[in-house]
């Protein structure tokens, strides 16, 4: 069965550069999430987005920007790089539809893409 | 906001042996999700269970069962006949279902590390 597939796995940046994130949902999954996991610590939610629309929003750096296009893939952009940015990012996809047990469809998860900024 | 609360940080279990490992919530929400999830050391997030908050029956998966105490707030995970590939990150996660629209986020619990041993 098709994953979530993101892009890099892996990226080295230096302080002050600009990286970008790409994630492929499972087909048909209109709903991707974005996490930060920094080293030894839980995933923390940055961002979401529903049907290409901004749907909810965490503990996401004004220096970082996302968006989720036509074909649902999304793009996480992040600029003016810190060494506190070096994690692992997460993308995850589900089905997101107004359906009253919408939280019941699972969330799955990429593999992962591991930022490291020197 | 919700909270998730893993008290152990660590446990260890023997091969073939039962393991529990507790999670506890902070919500004033009447309907939601809980899950737990494993991380492996390949840091891939794996979905191991998932409770409906509005059942009353424990989910069952295989080797892996919950016991879950709404009024408690409290959703501990039990793994019997443990096995070596067992050995991972475990992550108690929470999941709104209130509302309508689209699902939610994952908020996760800081997790705990199973060891499993010969």
């Known amino acids: 069965a098709a994953g979530v597939i993101q892009s890099p796995r892996h990226l080295i940046k230096e302080k002050r550069e600009t990286a970008t994130l790409k994630c492929y949902p499972i087909?048909?999954?209109?709903?991707v999430y974005w996490y930060q996991q920094g080293p030894g610590q839980d995933p923390q939610f940055l961002i979401s987005?529903?049907?290409?629309?901004?749907?909810d929003k965490g503990s996401i750096p004004d220096r970082f920007s996302a968006q989720q296009f036509s074909d649902y893939h999304s793009e996480l952009n992040m600029s003016s790089l810190e060494l506190g940015d070096s994690a692992l990012y997460f993308c995850a996809s589900s089905f997101g539809r107004r359906t009253p047990r919408a939280g019941a469809n699972v969330l799955t998860f990429g593999a992962g893409s591991r930022l490291t900024v020197l | 906001a919700q909270t998730v609360t893993q008290s152990q940080p660590e446990m260890s279990v023997q091969e073939a042996e039962t393991v529990t490992l507790s999670c506890t919530y902070d919500t004033s929400e009447s309907d939601y999700y809980l899950f737990w999830y494993k991380q492996p050391p390949s840091r891939q997030m794996i979905l191991v269970i998932r409770q409906e908050a509005y059942k009353q029956q424990n989910a069952t998966e295989n080797r892996f069962s919950v016991n879950f105490q709404k009024a408690a707030k409290s959703f501990s995970l039990k793994i019997s006949d443990s096995q070596l590939g067992d050995a991972a990150m475990y992550f108690c996660a929470y999941r709104s279902a209130e509302g309508a629209g689209t699902a939610s986020k994952l908020t996760f619990g800081t997790g705990t590390r199973l060891q499993v041993t010969l």
């Open positions: 087909p048909r999954h209109d709903t």
């Open positions: 987005f529903y049907e290409k629309m901004q749907s």
